[in-house]
Nanobody, 119 residues
Framework: QVQLVESGGGLVQPGESLRLSCAASGSISSTYVMGWYRQAPGKQRELVATLTSIGITNSANSVKGRFTISRDNAKNTVYLQMNSLKPEDTAVYYC?????????????WGQGTQVTVSL
């Protein structure tokens, strides 16, 4: 079983920055996809950014140029640096991890962390 622990959400003003962290522990695989999704009130959960174990990144068009996903392999941790935040970035951000093994693919979600961008 994999556990994900998120941190770093909060309340900021438009134009400011935040960094989210997500640490994975437990039965983690060396082959994985890890990243962030978000869900705003009344909307579906959407991809923000992901990073694979071989370094391939993917991100939503709405955050390109503002958000950067990175990792610390020694800490099994993924980070989401969010710059130039906008009110429309307000959402609950969920860490996501997919471990890929010969036996199959195993998904895990964090508990979510609130990001609020407001004056």
């Amino acid at each position: 079983q994999v556990q994900l622990v998120e941190s770093g959400g909060g309340l900021v003003q438009p134009g400011e920055s935040l960094r989210l962290s997500c640490a994975a522990s437990g039965s983690i695989s060396s082959t994985y996809v890890m990243g962030w999704y978000r869900q705003a009130p009344g909307k579906q959960r959407e991809l923000v950014a992901t990073l694979t174990s071989i370094g391939i990144t993917n991100s939503a068009n709405s955050v390109k140029g503002r958000f950067t996903i990175s990792r610390d392999n020694a800490k099994n941790t993924v980070y989401l640096q969010m710059n130039s935040l906008k009110p429309e970035d307000t959402a609950v951000y969920y860490c996501y991890r997919r471990d890929i093994r010969l036996s199959g693919q195993y998904d895990c979600w964090g508990q979510g962390t609130q990001v609020t961008v407001s004056l």
